[in-house]
């Protein structure tokens, strides 16, 4: 059983920065791409960043230059770094793992952070 448990999220003022952490554990033979999504009510769930194994990032273009994601593989963790932070960031942070099992890759779900941008 695999589980992510996700931290760093709260309120923050317009231009201010928060960090999130997601640690994965469990049965984890080799964790390929990690990388963090967000949800507002009413809109689908989109992704931010991502971070493969060998350490490409990929951005949402309204994120980028502002966020920036990274993880520690010896700790089974995805950080992300937000920056310059605006309203429009308000949403649920939902970090995701994919993970190489012998049926295959099967993706993995944190229970969501809560980010509040509002003055």
């Known amino acids: 059983q695999v589980q992510l448990v996700e931290s760093g999220g709260g309120l923050v003022q317009p231009g201010g920065s928060l960090r999130l952490s997601c640690v994965a554990s469990?049965?984890?033979?080799?964790?390929?791409?990690m990388g963090w999504y967000r949800q507002v009510p009413g809109k689908p769930r989109e992704l931010v960043a991502a971070v493969t194994g060998g350490g490409h990032t990929d951005y949402a273009d309204s994120v980028k230059g502002r966020f920036t994601i990274s993880r520690d593989n010896a700790k089974d963790t995805v950080y992300m770094e937000m920056n310059r932070l605006k309203p429009e960031d308000t949403a649920v942070y939902y970090c995701?793992?994919?993970?190489?099992?012998?049926?295959?890759?099967?993706?993995?779900w944190g229970q969501g952070t809560q980010v509040a941008v509002s003055s």
């Open positions: 469990g049965s984890i033979f080799r964790i390929n791409e």
């Open positions: 995701y793992i994919a993970v190489a099992e012998v049926a295959g890759m099967t993706d993995y």
